[in-house]
């Protein structure tokens, strides 16, 4: 594993409090073992996907204009959301999709928002797959990659969830390429040894953005 590139461009004096860090990777490049541990050092964590599941729980306004939208096959018995039967809906009519997006991106964008400007003792992280697809790196400030080799990201997904090598190459060409996450990260690290190498790595960039904040 190495720290791959670390550019000091960040201007200390402008946000010393508010500093936030986008931290996004594929899929099975390790990005939640490393939110966690950034965890255990007392940073702030925002998940974009913990969020977007949060703003459809059960009666809360996105889900209200949801099942206003879509209708009772929208919900399963105990009144959350039947994801399956969205998906198929929203796949085959691409202006539900657009209707579905119009309602939760500005939800989700808001509550990320308002999370992020809680205390921390040192500096918040956003965690999102789709942090440069979705223009959610236009809240940070820098951003971090985990990097990992297409061939490992086929291994260990196959190995975690149980799906087939098909369907998993199939999730890795519907994101972003490596190649343009890389283009526009600020720091990398690439993950391909073992967590503790990875924690090690973290470990290195949790001290120098203290530096950025201190």
Known sequence: MV???????????KKKASLIIGLTGG???????????????GVLIVDADVVAREIVEPHKPVWQQIVNHFG?????????????????????????????????HPAIRE??????????????????PLLFESGQSDMT????????????????????DNNNEDQ?????AA??????????????IVNDQDLSALQHACDDLHKT??????
């Open 175 to 188: 994101q972003m390429s490596r190649e343009e996450r890389r283009a526009r990260a600020d720091d990398i």
């Open 72 to 104: 009772s096959e929208a919900i399963n018995e105990d009144q959350s959301l039947n994801r399956p039967w969205l998906r198929q809906t929203v796949f085959q009519q691409p202006e539900e999709r657009q209707w579905l997006e119009s309602v939760t």
């Open 141 to 160: 400030q820098r951003n971090l990659l985990i990097d990992v080799p297409v061939e490992l990201q086929l291994s260990r997904t196959c190995a975690r």
């Open 27 to 41: 899929i099975g490049s390790g990005k939640t073992a490393a939110s966690d541990y950034f965890t255990s050092l």
């Open 209 to 214: 953005y203290l530096t950025l904040v201190s």
């Open 111 to 128: 509550e990320i928002i308002q999370q992020l400007q809680q205390p921390t003792e040192h500096y918040a992280m956003l965690v999102s």
């Open 168 to 172: 998993v190459k199939a999730i890795i």
């Open 3 to 13: 720290v791959d590139r670390l550019i000091f461009d960040y201007d200390s004096n």
